[in-house]
């Protein structure tokens, strides 16, 4: 496979040790506009992407995701995100990191370079065919990832990727390869820059687009969410009172008996 990592190539800028604040500042946030524009044009892949998973979890299946480093880190967040979000259980979406959740906040040397602990991890949670993995990695060429989403396909299990290489092994693997292409990072190779972002606006568009599919959202507000907080109770209490109409002391304890602000405004209209 001819494959040219353009992550890895020099950066478009140099000596930048002797740039001002105002310099290195302009030019990084010059390399991030890039950024929308390039998901743009993987906007068909992300449709495929989006579709099969809400296929997959209307079957009753989860998604996963798995990565390593950088990647991995935010598959996690999304997927913790998900529950407190749009009201999910926390095992619908579940994100995996090469080396574990000690990875989170420490990077897990070789971690990455293992071709079998992906597949492993994924086999604690007793994976299946209706269950779907999408492996994130920018260089589109991390074994945890690669050899995982080889399994799966092994096993009937439909599988995606997020990475920023075009043409990339990981690329090649996937059933909805995703592919971002940024180009060379402000930073020669700290994917962690513009791939990163790329990624996390694919992983935004993922699971909202999914959740939204799958009934999560009514009109654009969140009622589904959990009310896990002061703020997100006032959120709650305003969503009743504009979708109800009627006073906020009475949305207020519409909330404070269902405790979801969904069942309180069916409540309200089934009385």
């Known amino acids: 496979m001819s494959f040219t990592r353009t992550t890895e190539q020099s950066s478009n800028y140099e000596h930048l040790e002797k740039m001002s604040v105002n310099e290195l500042l302009a030019n990084i946030n010059n390399e991030d506009k890039t950024v929308p524009l390039a998901v743009e044009k993987a906007l068909p892949q992300i449709e495929k992407l989006v579709t099969r998973t809400v296929e997959q979890l209307n079957a009753g299946g989860r998604l996963f995701y798995l990565g390593a480093g950088t990647s991995g ?14 009201g999910v259980q926390f095992d619908l979406v579940i994100g995996l990191i090469a080396g574990g959740d000690s990875a989170i906040r420490k990077a897990v ?23 779907i993995v999408i492996g994130i990695a920018a260089s589109g060429t991390t074994p945890y990832v690669i050899a995982a989403l ?4 092994l096993n009937n299990i439909p599988t995606g990727c997020i990475t920023c290489n075009a043409g ?3 690329g090649a693997v996937a059933n909805y390869p995703v592919e971002v292409v940024v180009g060379p990072e402000f930073v020669t190779g700290s994917s962690r ?4 972002t790329a990624q996390k606006f694919v992983l935004n568009m993922l699971s909202t687009a999914t959740m939204i599919q799958l009934g999560h959202v009514k009109g654009n507000k969140m009622v589904d969410m959990q009310l ?3 703020k997100l109770v006032g959120r709650g209490v305003q969503m009743i009172v504009e979708e109800l109409g009627i006073p906020q002391d009475e949305a207020a304890a519409l909330l404070d008996e269902h405790q979801n602000v969904r069942k309180a405004i069916e409540a309200y209209a089934n009385r």
Do not use: Y
């Open 109 to 131: 040397e070789f971690a990455e370079d293992d071709d079998e602990q992906g597949w492993a991890d994924l086999q604690v949670w007793n994976i299946n065919e209706n269950d």
């Open 168 to 170: 990339s092994p990981l």
């Open 150 to 153: 080889e399994k799966c396909n």
């Open 193 to 196: 820059m513009k791939a990163g």
């Open 73 to 86: 880190r935010l598959g996690i967040v999304d997927a913790s995100e998900c529950p407190p979000t749009f």
């Open 228 to 230: 896990s907080n002061h």
